[in-house]
């Protein structure tokens, strides 16, 4: 079983950046952060392998965003920047113990585990 708890969501502006934080309680073969906004379905945003040499980004955050992973500290980041309204929903951290050659990780249902989530909302 692996937890996971997200940090640094909030309020900020259009073009302004933001930096999440996934802490995982044990080790994982990959992770990944979705969002959901109000009335919306959960979509995908960014995966990221263990060895950190894989990425995967949605469209609308390709170029804008960037995840990343520290083993050591079993914690993934995802640097948001040049923020817009539309990217406002709560962001989900997952974590998953299998992967294989063809897996990108844009699926909730790869994911085994999931954080409570975290709010971000960006104004105009």
């Known amino acids: 079983q692996v937890q996971l708890v997200e940090s640094g969501g909030g309020l900020v502006q259009a073009g302004d950046s933001l930096r999440l934080s996934c802490a995982a309680s044990g080790r994982s073969s990959a992770m990944g952060w979705f969002r959901q906004g109000s009335g919306k379905e959960r979509e995908f945003v960014a995966a990221?392998?263990?060895?950190?040499?894989?990425?995967y980004y949605a469209n609308s955050v390709k170029g804008r965003f960037t995840i990343s992973r520290d083993n050591a500290k079993n914690t993934v980041y995802l640097q948001m920047n040049s923020l817009k309204p539309e990217d406002t929903a709560v962001y989900y951290c997952?974590?998953?113990?299998?992967?294989?050659?063809?897996?990108?990780?844009?699926?909730?249902?790869?994911?085994?585990?999931w954080g409570q989530g975290t709010q971000v909302t960006v104004s105009s």
């Open positions: 990221i392998r263990w060895t950190g040499r894989n990425t």
């Open positions: 997952a974590a998953t113990t299998a992967v294989w050659g063809t897996w990108s990780g844009s699926s909730p249902s790869l994911y085994d585990y």
